[in-house]
């Protein structure tokens, strides 16, 4: 019997034109031909689990299913076809979905992201839940929808994946995958018809020219065009819209703050600082590697620590990449709404500040180079916070002890470091103090940073990928968030007001302690 799933706990509209043809009737090609090839469909390939082709982190575990795999190649699909880190995270968030959904069709225990139908005639309590795992990130993957510009040979390379994969599971000649590729398919076309016209990336901004605290572009090789301003005004995966938790506003300039915070970072973020020790500058370095295949890796790593199932597996996935994305809306909605300078045109025109405790130096650099995006507040704080965060959640503790991989020499492409965090708080306060030593932000955009990732979590998981029923002992991941969610204070810091959806006095939020701990300066 089919289990039951009830529907999503608000549904979303917006629905409109399907995916491009042209790609829907490749995608059916590839299926096809699967089909026409009796090799293909031997019932001996079917008996082992196919061998992924690609890795999220080249030389590093993935989980050993499907999801796990699929996750690895939808990485590497997405950082060919998308320029910017905020971008590929929205990206994965959409193929992250649709398999968590099509997993949870199949086997239950929590509630979709987005219920679709299943083709009349699909029987789902056969399906197999691998094809339908491959199917539904293979048809978003290759949907006009989500504008990934693959080269051609890379397009070629993802269909072969794909038909490879197929092919190993025992193609479509046996039911369980024909079952398996129909669920996919229905999760992806159900989830691009839920999520059209949910973003436009056709817009543009362009700064104005220098003024006090008026972002405008650092000078080269910082990129001289405004990045993915669409992100700030998306509809958002989870949150009623990217404004729901707008930052504070940054610090006046006239402020002893400012002056405090604009001292340290010119200080500590200098290129040739001599005040940052070199674990600093390494600290500092190892937060410059690409967020896409760092975050993934982190959840995969999880996800093989704690031995987490299909379902446990997909879960965390699209929890992670669903959680990055809409803090990531957030966190852009602040940027382009504050429109805060970073710290190299700060410390170069500090005399336009009007503040006699700030001095510029005209030729004052970072460690690393600026993004093209506005600074107030960090996005690795939101980021990053939001996921130190979701851990606490789905672990059921703060001592989450996560091992992360990230840059040795501070290039995005290089993973050959590693850094464990044994408790929340500790992965919060390196990320304020990396973007600091960095040179790239302010210590409150930081901190503004983390609890603006900290509000998207606790928001969200009140709301998203629920257990269908009623926890039981054979639901661990459940008993984590409830426990996760009772050890909350009772206040979040900043809001005023009780979060809803929580009883006997309690919400969601970073304990004020920890918060007024990530305010003081890190002793160096």
């Given at each position: 019997m089919t289990p039951y799933l009830p529907r999503i706990l608000r549904t979303r509209g917006?629905?409109?034109?399907?995916?491009?043809?042209?790609?829907?009737?490749?995608?059916?090609?590839?299926?096809?031909?699967?089909?026409?090839?009796?090799?293909?469909?031997?019932?001996?390939?079917?008996?082992?689990?196919?061998?992924?082709?690609?890795?999220?982190?080249?030389?590093?575990?993935?989980?050993?299913?499907?999801?796990?795999?699929w996750n690895a190649i939808a990485v590497q699909a997405v950082r060919l076809g998308s320029p910017y880190q905020v971008q590929g995270l929205i990206y994965m968030g959409y193929a992250q979905a649709a398999v968590y959904d099509a997993v949870t069709k199949i086997e239950g225990r929590y509630v979709p992201y987005d219920?679709?139908?299943?083709?009349?005639?699909?029987?789902?309590?056969?399906?197999?839940?691998?094809?339908?795992?491959?199917?539904?990130?293979y048809t978003i993957l290759t949907s006009s929808f989500l504008h990934l510009n693959l080269p051609a040979s890379a397009q070629v390379a993802l269909s072969a994946k794909y038909a490879d994969y197929i092919a190993a599971l025992g193609g479509v000649q046996e039911p369980a995958v024909s079952a398996g590729i129909a669920v996919g398919q229905a999760a992806a076309n159900g989830l691009i018809d839920d999520r059209t016209g949910d973003r436009d990336e056709s817009i543009t901004f362009t700064p104005g020219p220098l003024t006090p605290s008026g972002w405008t572009f650092a000078p080269p090789p910082s990129l001289q065009s405004a990045q993915t301003p669409w992100v700030a005004v998306m509809r958002p995966f989870m949150l009623d819209s990217p404004s729901?938790?707008?930052?504070?506003?940054?610090?006046?300039?006239?402020?002893?703050?400012?002056?405090?915070?604009?001292n340290e970072v010119k200080a500590y973020g200098a290129a040739n600082s001599?005040?940052?020790?070199?674990?600093?500058?390494?600290?500092?370095?190892?937060?410059?590697a690409n967020a896409v295949n760092q975050s993934n890796q982190a959840f995969q790593d999880v996800a093989l620590a704690h031995g987490m199932d299909l379902v446990g597996t997909a879960r965390l996935l699209a929890m992670g990449d669903l959680v990055d994305s809409d803090a990531g809306a957030?966190?852009?909605?602040?940027?382009?709404?504050?429109?805060?300078?970073?710290?190299?045109?700060?410390?170069?025109?500090?005399?336009?500040?009007?503040?006699?405790?700030?001095q510029p130096d005209p030729a004052w650099t970072p460690l690393l180079t600026t993004p093209n995006h506005p600074e107030y507040p960090a996005a690795h704080g939101?980021?990053?916070?939001?996921e130190a965060e979701l851990f606490a959640a789905v672990l059921g503790t703060r001592r989450i002890d996560v091992t992360i991989r990230g840059s040795a020499d501070g290039t995005p492409n290089d993973w050959s470091a590693t850094r464990t965090f044994s408790r929340v708080s500790d992965l919060q306060r390196e990320i304020v103090n990396a973007r600091v030593w960095a040179g790239l932000h302010y210590r409150q955009s930081a901190l503004e940073?983390?609890?603006?990732?900290?509000?998207?979590?606790?928001?969200?998981?009140?709301?998203?990928?629920?257990?269908?029923?009623?926890?039981?002992?054979?639901?661990?991941?459940?008993?984590?968030?409830?426990?996760?969610?009772?050890?909350?204070?009772?206040?979040?810091?900043?809001?005023?007001?009780h979060v809803p959806g929580i009883g006997s006095g309690r919400a969601h939020g970073i304990r004020t302690s920890i918060?007024?701990?990530?305010?003081?300066?890190?002793?160096?």
């Amino acid at each position: 019997m089919t289990p039951y799933l009830p529907r999503i706990l608000r549904t979303r509209g917006h629905r409109g034109r399907r995916f491009g043809r042209a790609l829907r009737a490749m995608a059916a090609a590839v299926i096809a031909a699967l089909g026409a090839g009796g090799a293909l469909a031997s019932s001996a390939a079917a008996t082992s689990a196919p061998v992924c082709p690609d890795s999220v982190i080249p030389n590093v575990a993935i989980v050993p299913n499907s999801v796990g795999c699929w996750n690895a190649i939808a990485v590497q699909a997405v950082r060919l076809g998308s320029p910017y880190q905020v971008q590929g995270l929205i990206y994965m968030g959409y193929a992250q979905a649709a398999v968590y959904d099509a997993v949870t069709k199949i086997e239950g225990r929590y509630v979709p992201y987005d219920d679709f139908a299943v083709p009349e005639g699909v029987d789902v309590s056969s399906a197999s839940p691998d094809a339908a795992t491959a199917t539904a990130a293979y048809t978003i993957l290759t949907s006009s929808f989500l504008h990934l510009n693959l080269p051609a040979s890379a397009q070629v390379a993802l269909s072969a994946k794909y038909a490879d994969y197929i092919a190993a599971l025992g193609g479509v000649q046996e039911p369980a995958v024909s079952a398996g590729i129909a669920v996919g398919q229905a999760a992806a076309n159900g989830l691009i018809d839920d999520r059209t016209g949910d973003r436009d990336e056709s817009i543009t901004f362009t700064p104005g020219p220098l003024t006090p605290s008026g972002w405008t572009f650092a000078p080269p090789p910082s990129l001289q065009s405004a990045q993915t301003p669409w992100v700030a005004v998306m509809r958002p995966f989870m949150l009623d819209s990217p404004s729901q938790f707008r930052a504070d506003p940054p610090p006046a300039l006239s402020s002893r703050q400012w002056a405090r915070e604009f001292n340290e970072v010119k200080a500590y973020g200098a290129a040739n600082s001599s005040v940052r020790s070199p674990e600093q500058t390494a600290i500092a370095k190892f937060w410059n590697a690409n967020a896409v295949n760092q975050s993934n890796q982190a959840f995969q790593d999880v996800a093989l620590a704690h031995g987490m199932d299909l379902v446990g597996t997909a879960r965390l996935l699209a929890m992670g990449d669903l959680v990055d994305s809409d803090a990531g809306a957030a966190c852009w909605d602040s940027k382009y709404h504050y429109l805060f300078w970073r710290p190299i045109m700060a410390i170069r025109n500090a005399e336009i500040a009007g503040n006699p405790a700030t001095q510029p130096d005209p030729a004052w650099t970072p460690l690393l180079t600026t993004p093209n995006h506005p600074e107030y507040p960090a996005a690795h704080g939101c980021e990053t916070g939001a996921e130190a965060e979701l851990f606490a959640a789905v672990l059921g503790t703060r001592r989450i002890d996560v091992t992360i991989r990230g840059s040795a020499d501070g290039t995005p492409n290089d993973w050959s470091a590693t850094r464990t965090f044994s408790r929340v708080s500790d992965l919060q306060r390196e990320i304020v103090n990396a973007r600091v030593w960095a040179g790239l932000h302010y210590r409150q955009s930081a901190l503004e940073g983390v609890v603006l990732g900290g509000k998207v979590v606790y928001w969200t998981l009140q709301r998203y990928f629920l257990p269908c029923e009623p926890w039981t002992e054979r639901s661990p991941a459940s008993a984590a968030v409830v426990a996760w969610a009772s050890a909350r204070p009772r206040r979040w810091p900043g809001m005023g007001s009780h979060v809803p959806g929580i009883g006997s006095g309690r919400a969601h939020g970073i304990r004020t302690s920890i918060l007024q701990g990530l305010r003081r300066r890190i002793p160096r």
